[in-house]
């Protein structure tokens, strides 16, 4: 326990800090609800959605979890395609690049246009967003793996099937779960961008409307709670990866 408070006490200090100020300062500067509402307006204001929010917020991360998972496993298959020929390096590799020049928010409509206003055109653009990072580091993560362990391994014997399983995945796992937990936070704007474009439910949509009505406390209680979710899904991979990379630590030990 000793352990645990002495690691997070500083970001609890640190958070508790940005709300007593953030309360002070709207109080103090009497600054309108529409713009910066109290953060005990917003506290009440999710309390008294609390059923509504919790709709809007299963909505969103479903959204986010489904186009995540799809996108880990196209990234994936991508980043083995490219690893894997020189063809896809010189054409695939230059043009998922070449697609991050272009504004995600630009390409938004468009998946409305061809996905509609259901769920799809959401995954669609969360898909955008977590495309990239995880096809480009898990193919930095294949290119970074050791030459000498893979020699050595064609040495003792071993096909194309066990240099991928043991030399080429453990190699690029690091690089896999880094761009994973990128994607894993930025996942939630992406959904959330694509209920604003078009949708009628979700944490996006809320606060759209509340906007629109200029409730600022159910605007910054859908911000707060999209953030919670955004920390969420980070804090879910990162667990994930220190189980998985846990043989490092063991091999470490070991020497």
């Known amino acids: 326990m000793k352990r645990f408070f002495k690691k997070h006490m500083p970001v609890v200090l640190f958070i508790l800090l940005l709300a007593v100020l953030w309360e002070v300062g709207t109080r103090i500067f009497q600054i309108p609800h529409y713009i910066i509402p109290r953060l005990s307006d917003v506290l009440v204001s999710m309390v008294e959605n609390s059923g509504l929010l919790a709709r809007h917020f299963v909505i969103t991360l479903g959204e986010a979890l489904l186009g995540l998972a799809i996108s880990i496993v196209l990234g994936t298959l991508s980043a083995i395609w490219i690893d894997s020929s020189s063809l896809a390096r010189k054409t695939l590799y230059p043009l998922v690049v070449a697609s991050q020049t272009i504004p995600i928010i630009a390409l938004s409509p468009i998946m409305v246009m061809w996905f509609g206003y259901e769920i799809g055109s959401k995954i669609a ?26 020699e050595l391994l064609r040495t003792m014997g071993a096909g194309k099937r066990e ?3 043991k030399w080429k995945i453990p190699s690029a796992l690091p690089e896999f779960f880094t761009g994973l937990k990128m994607a894993a936070a930025i996942s939630v704007g992406g959904a959330t961008l694509g209920e604003w474009l078009g949708g009628e439910a979700g ?19 859908g911000v707060l709670l999209l953030s919670a979710m955004g920390i969420m899904l980070f804090l879910a991979v990162l667990a994930l990866e220190r189980i998985c990379l ?10």
């Open 203 to 221: 944490l996006g949509m809320y606060t759209k409307r509340a906007a629109n009505m200029l409730r600022g406390e159910s605007v910054f209680s």
């Open 163 to 165: 240099l991928f399983l």
């Open 246 to 255: 846990s043989y490092r630590k063991e091999s470490k030990v070991g020497q």
């Open 125 to 150: 653009v969360v898909m955008l967003f977590t495309f990239f990072p995880i096809a480009m580091n898990t193919a930095d993560g294949f290119r970074s793996a050791d030459p000498d362990i893979g």
